[in-house]
């Protein structure tokens, strides 16, 4: 606080086990050392190192402190893949102190203390939610893409400008993906007279991006249909079940496939379409993914040829 006089005794620290900034007790068998002080910019506060000992009717003081001054930055914490309509904690900035050493623009103008100003290239892609001068940002995604988010910061001394890579990326659902499970069984659960295939998998939801990137939230609302294709159902199933889902934290959801046929077994095939939409938490939209091919026979059953 402006004037303010503070007075600190070594021997305090040592006798109450003061602890440091990193959580670290002031040892107790610690009799001698170095001690320096600074101030973290310049014209922030005048001190002195004063030296006691009252038994030996002594003092000595040692005023000649160290400036430090803001050397370097980065952010910390980056997030680089924004959902389309959702707003992250981009990062934080992070600041580096050397003595007297810019080693960026020197001649910063924050005066006491530090500053900062989050900038995006594109803020039709990706926009700053809110203030633009705190430590951290919060990024809105606004549309699919990707752009660049720059950070600067100074002090009295200097200033340093951060330009994170990879850029931003806003995401949007495209496609699902095959994540995990078998080729599958003999389907156990056909009326009598009938035998086909079942199988699960994991579906994973993905972006635009190539190679694609899962989108890695929970609730999106996975809808479906199956379409038999016109002169494609060589096994003359009566009717295909879908199975909507709703993702886990890490974008994926069950879907289940399966066929029954009295012409199983048999080498004929029934060739569908799957259609798929995803509707989003974060904005409330919904989206067309890319087709699935399933092909359907007695002793297998493929989505997309997997």
């Known amino acids: 606080m402006p004037n303010q006089t503070l007075a600190i005794s070594i021997n305090d620290l040592r006798r109450t086990g003061a602890k440091d900034d990193k959580g670290h007790a002031f040892p107790q068998d610690i009799w001698s050392g170095q001690v ?39 952010i910390a914490y980056l997030y680089n893949y924004i959902l389309d309509g959702q707003t992250v904690d981009y990062g934080t900035i992070e600041i580096q102190t050397c003595l007297n050493i810019c080693n960026g623009t020197p001649g910063g103008s924050g005066g006491f203390g530090y500053s900062y100003q989050w900038t995006s290239e594109n803020s039709g892609i990706a926009s700053i939610s809110g203030d633009n001068s705190n430590q951290s940002a919060n990024v809105f995604g606004a549309s699919p893409g990707g752009t660049d988010i720059e950070a600067n910061v100074w002090d009295s001394w200097c200033q340093i400008g951060i330009y994170p890579s990879p850029p931003a990326t806003v995401q949007i659902p495209t496609a699902l993906r095959i994540a995990s499970g078998g080729s599958g069984s003999a389907n156990g659960s056909c009326p009598a007279g009938q035998a086909g295939w079942s199988r699960v998998v994991q579906r994973a939801v993905v972006d635009q991006e190539v190679p694609p990137k899962d989108i890695q939230i929970a609730n999106q609302t996975i809808g479906e249909t199956v379409t038999v294709n016109p002169g494609g159902n060589g096994l003359n199933l009566a009717s295909i079940a879908t199975h909507p889902g709703i993702t886990d934290a890490t974008g994926q959801y069950p879907d289940s496939f399966f066929d029954c046929s009295p012409l199983c077994p048999g080498s004929s095939t029934t060739t569908a379409t799957q259609t798929n939409t995803d509707t989003l938490p974060t904005n409330g939209n919904t989206y067309n993914l890319a087709n699935s091919t399933i092909v359907y026979e007695c002793t297998s059953l493929t989505i997309n040829g997997k």
């Open 36 to 74: 320096g002080w600074s101030v973290p910019w310049k014209d922030a506060g005048r001190g002195r190192l004063l030296q006691s000992n009252p038994e030996a009717v002594m003092a000595r003081n040692f005023s000649c402190g160290e400036v430090m001054e803001l050397c370097g930055a980065d």
